[in-house]
């Protein structure tokens, strides 16, 4: 399936008459953007790739357009990112004549992302799995990632960095679970712990 053809499946499972094919372009743009080295397009399919295997797990079609918006706006300097992100999926969605209640799940299921609580709700579940399905990810892959999200943020200091970075692997590493569904648990909680260990022992 194509990219656009991805986009437009998102919308028809939403009930909409038509998918934006503007609005398309200018979310590719943004995860275009020369600044992204990680949250760029190859995350996204990523995600839809996990997602495949993770679909009938959802109650709802709206983790899917959800995943389309959870990093379409993205600058390591502020730190409303996701709740950005949110309404603009919102307010598309409401545009689109969709159902407000369906606009709001999706505001939601973004706002899950920004990963600072357990998700609520089995298709927040869902989508912060595939979100942090890179935890889990290959060794090579993972380094990779490690590589991308400090070039992200390589207007930091390396010493506030390390700092920072520590913090936040710290918090998934104290966790109970990692992931919340039995299936990332069964595949990818072991090596998510290995590959955090590994990135916290070279910080």
Not at 2 to 11: I, K
Not at 28 to 55: D, G, W
Not at 130 to 154: C, K, M
Request: hydrophobic share 40%; glycine share 2%.
């Amino acid at each position: 399936m194509t990219s656009l053809a991805r986009w437009e499946s998102a919308w028809r499972q939403l009930g909409a008459s038509s998918a934006d094919e503007e609005l398309y372009n200018r979310l590719v743009a943004c995860y275009s953007e020369p600044h992204r080295k990680y949250h760029t397009i190859q995350h996204l399919n990523e995600c839809f790739a996990h997602l495949e295997s993770m679909r009938s797990l959802a109650n709802h079609p709206e983790v899917e357009l959800a995943l389309w918006f959870h990093d379409a706006i993205y600058d390591t300097s502020k730190k409303d990112n996701e709740k950005r992100s949110a309404e603009w999926a919102r307010d598309s969605v409401l545009d689109a004549s969709v159902a407000r209640e369906q606009a709001e799940r999706i505001y939601e299921l973004v706002m899950a992302t920004m990963h600072n609580a357990v998700p609520v709700g089995k298709d927040a579940e869902v989508l912060v799995d595939i979100d942090l399905g890179i935890l889990g990810a290959e060794t090579a892959r993972f380094d990779e990632y490690e590589v991308q999200v400090r070039e992200e943020y390589s207007w930091v200091p390396e010493s506030v960095y390390r700092e920072a970075r520590r913090k936040i692997l710290e918090e998934f590493v104290r966790r109970e679970w990692i992931y919340s569904t039995e299936r990332f648990r069964s595949e990818y909680e072991a090596r998510a712990r290995d590959n955090l260990a590994r990135s916290l022992a070279r910080l």
